[in-house]
Structure formats: C-alpha cells, structure tokens
C-alpha cells in the first residue's frame, strides 16, 4: 500500500470548490505530519502552494491565493486541499508531499479538471 | 534570480552510466540542502535523493538506492547525479530542486525547482 494516496481525478465547476484529498497509509498518522501540496501543470515544474499541519502550524506558498488552503481530516487519516472559487486556471495536476522515515514522499497525484 | 539548469540526459542503454548535473545560481549555493527529483512520462512526481549544504549527508529513495550517487561542488554551484546500472523503469524527467530553509537537512519544501533533463534508459 502506498504511503499517500490521492485520487487520480476530479472535476469540478467554475465557481465552485473542488475538495482534493491525500490519505495516509494506515499506521501512519495524519496528525504528526506536515503536509505539502504543489500544483504542476503541463509542460512546467511544480510550483508550491502550502503547507498543513494544523491551524497554527500552516504556510501559504508566496503569492499564492488565499482560495487555496490546508485541512486535515482526522478520521479519514487524510491531508486535504481546498481550493474555493474555482477558476480555468486552477485545472492541473496537484502532488501531496511529506517527510516519512529517511526521505521524502509524494502522493500518486490529482489531474483537476476544471469544466 | 534563483535558477536551476540541469543537463546530461540522453538515452542510454539498460545496464549503462549517466552523470546529471545542475547548476545553480542566484542564490548561496552552500546554504542549502538541495535535491533530485524524477517524473516518469505521464506519470507522478518521485523523490530521487538528497544532499545537504556540506555534501556531509545524502539520503536516496529505496528504488536508486545502491545505484545512484549524489554529489556537489560547491566551488562551482553545482548539483550532480551519478546514475549506474540503469533500469527502463529509471526513464524519467529528472529535476534539481532547492530546499526552502537552510537550519536542518530536513523538513523543508522545495521552493525552486529547474525545468529538468530527460533520461531515457532503452535498447
């Protein structure tokens, strides 16, 4: 089982909010964690959107949109990104990232379809 | 400006060599912990391999472990990875990355990343 697991895709609506999930392996809690979400869309690195651990344990990436932002759901062992209002732009591939054992892990990664 | 340039990727033969590097620039090179990152065509994002600012610690994902060697100059802002006994599943775009704080060898984002060299393992 991977350690972060992320739905291969979504759709959602222009305005609307598309809720992006990224669920711990069981065994490994979400609470201890900093979660990491990058956005990539095609053609271009990642870029960096923010970090959750909890409300006051969060950053925003540096000229990232207050519509985008970090949650956690405790009972589904789970990292989630928000983002609200969305727009054309925000359709992309977005990563889940933590720090686990000697290194680093992403999650497989959500294509967002915006439509 | 930050900027991270990678470069040596070709296509290479399974069981073959490869040696990447990256160069930086814009930045205290020796300040920071920096690392390589891969995605395969079509596919997610795969953590590669670490080196702190001194060259004085280096981690790897299990799946290079044993093959790939980490590496850096810092006298000429370079990042390096040494690829041996490549595999087809080692066909990738793989990118240099910089971590965002300098205090600890861990538990920062990667803040710049370059835009990657294409290794293609393939007889």
């Known amino acids: 089982q991977a350690v972060l697991t992320q739905p291969s895709s979504l759709s959602a609506s222009p305005g609307a909010s598309a809720s992006l999930t990224c669920t711990l392996r069981?065994?490994?809690?979400?609470?201890?964690?900093?979660i990491y979400w990058y956005q990539q869309k095609p053609g271009s690195p990642p870029q960096y959107l923010l970090r959750?651990?909890?409300?006051?344990?969060?950053?925003?990436g540096s000229g990232v949109p207050s519509r985008f932002s970090g949650s956690k759901d405790a009972s589904a062992n789970a990292g989630i990104l928000l983002i609200s209002g969305l727009q054309s732009e925000d359709e992309a591939d977005y990563y889940c990232?933590?720090?686990?054992?000697?290194?680093?892990?992403f999650g497989g990664g959500t294509k967002l379809t915006v439509l | 400006e930050v900027q991270l340039v990678e470069s040596g990727g070709v296509v290479v033969q399974p069981g073959g060599s490869l040696r990447l590097s990256c160069a930086a620039s814009?930045?205290?090179?020796?300040?920071?912990?920096m690392h390589w990152v891969r995605q395969a065509p079509g596919k997610g994002l795969e953590w590669v391999s670490l080196?702190?600012?001194?060259?004085?610690?280096?981690y790897y994902a299990d799946s290079v472990k044993g093959r790939f060697t980490i590496s850096r100059d810092n006298s000429k802002n370079s990042l390096y990875l040494q690829m041996n006994s490549l595999r087809t599943e080692d066909t990738a775009l793989y990118y240099c990355?910089?971590?965002?704080?300098?205090?600890?060898?861990?538990?920062?984002?990667?803040?710049?990343w370059g835009q990657g060299t294409l290794v293609t393992v393939s007889s």
């Open positions: 990355a910089k971590a965002s704080g300098t205090v600890a060898t861990w538990g920062y984002y990667f803040d710049y």
């Open positions: 814009g930045f205290t090179f020796d300040d920071y912990t």
């Open positions: 080196i702190s600012w001194d060259g004085g610690s280096t």
């Open positions: 069981s065994g490994i809690n979400v609470g201890t964690y900093r």
């Open positions: 959750y651990k909890s409300d006051s344990d969060k950053q925003q």
């Open positions: 990232m933590i720090w686990h054992s000697s290194g680093v892990v």
